[in-house]
C-alpha cells in the first residue's frame, strides 16, 4: 500500500514540475517570433545615399490604421543594396527581431512585387538550405513612374524550397506600400 501511494505522490510532483517548466527555444516554431509592428527598409544607393522608409502600426492588425507608412522614393537607373529591418513595439518599447526571424530563416521568406514601376529585384541572401530569404537584396531600378509594393513575409514551415511564389504558405506580414522612381 505504502508503494502505491509514494507511486502517486512521485507521479504527481512529476507532473507538477513538467508543468512549471519553461519551454525550451525551437527556432523553427511558427509562433516562437514575436509581432512585427514595424519595418525598416534601408536603401544605399551604389555610390550614393543611404536612406530609410518606416511602415508602422503599434497596435497591429485590426484597431487603428497604420501610424505610418513612407513612400519609398529611389532614383531612376540606379543600383540599391536593400537591408530589411523588423520590430516589435509594445508598450512604448521597440525591439528589433530581425534577428528572430533570420534564426528561423528555412521557414521565412520575404517578397517585394512592384506594380506600375520598372525595378529588377534580387535576393542576394540565403538560408542554411541554400534557399532565398530577402533581408538583404538588390534592386535595379528604370524609368521613373509612380507605382506600389506589395511586400510580404511568408512563412512556410516545411515547405519553403528554391523557387517559391509569394502565396506558398501563410503571411507574417502583408503590405501595399507606395513607391516613386524619380
Avoid at 525551437?26 to 509581432?35: M, R, S, T
Wanted: proline letters at 5%.
Amino acid at each position: 500500500m505504502k508503494q502505491i501511494k509514494l507511486g502517486a505522490i512521485c507521479a504527481a510532483l512529476i507532473i507538477l514540475l513538467a508543468g512549471c517548466l519553461k519551454n525550451v527555444s525551437n527556432p523553427n516554431d511558427e509562433n516562437e517570433h514575436e509581432a512585427i509592428n514595424k519595418i525598416e527598409l534601408v536603401f544605399a544607393e551604389t555610390g550614393g545615399a543611404t536612406t530609410s522608409f518606416i511602415m508602422e502600426d503599434p497596435d497591429g492588425d485590426g484597431g487603428n490604421p497604420p501610424s505610418r507608412i513612407d513612400t519609398i522614393k529611389l532614383n531612376n537607373n540606379k543600383q540599391y543594396s536593400l537591408t530589411v529591418k523588423i520590430y516589435n513595439i509594445s508598450s512604448g518599447v521597440v525591439k528589433e527581431v530581425s534577428a528572430t526571424v533570420l534564426m528561423q530563416a528555412t521557414s521565412h521568406e520575404f517578397y517585394f512585387i512592384p506594380s506600375g514601376v520598372s525595378v529588377t529585384i534580387q535576393k542576394t541572401d540565403k538560408d542554411k538550405s541554400g534557399y532565398p530569404i530577402g533581408f538583404l537584396s538588390t534592386w535595379q531600378t528604370a524609368n521613373a513612374g509612380t507605382g506600389s509594393l506589395l511586400f510580404k513575409l511568408m512563412h512556410k514551415t516545411a515547405l519553403k524550397g528554391p523557387n517559391d511564389g509569394p502565396n506558398v504558405g501563410h503571411s507574417d506580414i502583408q503590405l501595399n506600400l507606395p513607391i516613386v522612381i524619380k
